[in-house]
């Protein structure tokens, strides 16, 4: 089992930046590909980012690619999302999500995060 809190989410200008955290428990959480999703009002829950679970691959979202950043550090049970220029279209719910299995190497698809583990989401709100 895997738990998951995210934090760091809040209002921010247009072309600020923000870092979300996303605290796992459980003593295997490096065993498995983590994921940001987020989801706007009256849209889909879409992957943001992912990282393999040995973090050394990663996978963005076009519409993020070059502003965001996600990084983990399996020492401290934590993965990060780096979110710098930010558009007031990147305003959304932003959840984390565990792989559903451990050591999956498909963590660019978002079914792999479906049946996983998920944090209650935080919300980012961007201002223009």
């Known amino acids: 089992q895997v738990q998951l809190v995210e934090s760091g989410g809040g209002l921010v200008l247009a072309g600020g930046s923000l870092r979300l955290s996303c605290a796992a428990s459980g003593r295997t959480f490096s065993s498995y590909a983590m994921a940001w999703f987020r989801q706007a009002p009256g849209k889909e829950r879409d992957v943001v980012t992912a990282?393999?679970?040995?973090?050394?691959?990663?996978y963005y979202a076009d519409s993020v690619k070059g502003r965001f950043t996600i990084s983990r550090d399996n020492a401290k049970n934590t993965v990060y999302l780096q979110m710098n220029s930010l558009k007031p279209e990147d305003t959304a719910v932003y959840y984390c999500a565990a792989a559903a299995g451990k050591y999956s190497d498909s963590y660019y698809r978002q079914s792999t995060y479906e049946n996983g583990y998920w944090g209650k989401g935080t919300q980012v709100t961007v201002s223009s």
């Open positions: 990282i393999s679970w040995t973090g050394g691959r990663t």
